[in-house]
């Protein structure tokens, strides 16, 4: 027998040792390290969700004010580019600029005017009707854009 080579009942013991303790591992996840995860998930997406929809409602809010106040602009152009009086009506969800060529419906918002309004320019750009066009909404609350002494306004 060498020096280097363990006794027979040696190798033995240490193949049972090892058997018995391979036994003892674990394979997989205890149900309640799961539940325990689900439930930090869900708190953290939580928090993400209701900052995301705060985020976009804020962006609604924004892109709402700057097509209104953008509207205003183009019926102003309009009136001097034409010389002829321009007026921006809102009432059912739409903006509608009228002139004596006609009608054009200009844009559709998912929120509501909070009354009809008609506001307008001269051919000259300047105010022939002033007014606040408000925008309201549930989720945003409201904006409103105000035409007056020939100036477009954000309220």
């Given amino acids: 027998m060498s020096a280097f080579?363990?006794?027979?009942?040696?190798?033995?013991?240490t193949r049972l040792?090892?058997?018995?303790l391979s036994v003892r591992v674990r394979s997989g996840?205890?149900?309640?390290?799961?539940?325990?995860?689900?439930?930090?998930?869900?708190?953290i997406g939580g928090a993400?969700?209701?900052?995301?929809s705060r985020n976009l409602e804020r962006h609604?809010?924004?892109g709402m004010l700057s097509t209104l106040f953008h509207t205003a602009h183009y019926a102003r152009s309009?009136?001097?580019?034409?010389?002829r009086d321009v007026i921006m009506k809102a009432r059912d969800r739409c903006?509608?600029?009228?002139?004596?060529?006609?009608?054009?419906?200009?844009?559709d918002w998912p929120f509501s005017f909070k009354k009809d309004v008609k506001t307008g320019f001269k051919g000259?750009?300047?105010t022939k009707y002033s007014g606040t066009m408000t925008l309201s909404s549930s989720d945003t609350g409201s904006v409103s854009v105000g035409v007056g002494y020939g100036k477009i306004s954000i309220h």
Wanted: charged share 20%; net charge negative.
């Fill in 5 to 13: 080579r363990r006794p027979t009942s040696e190798v033995g013991e």
């Fill in 17 to 20: 040792i090892a058997s018995v």
């Fill in 29 to 43: 996840y205890v149900l309640l390290e799961i539940v325990i995860s689900l439930s930090i998930m869900a708190i």
């Fill in 48 to 52: 993400v969700i209701g900052t995301a």
């Fill in 60 to 62: 609604q809010s924004r």
């Fill in 78 to 83: 309009m009136a001097k580019a034409y010389d």
């Fill in 95 to 107: 903006i509608y600029i009228e002139s004596s060529e006609g009608s054009e419906r200009v844009s």
């Fill in 124 to 126: 000259s750009g300047n």
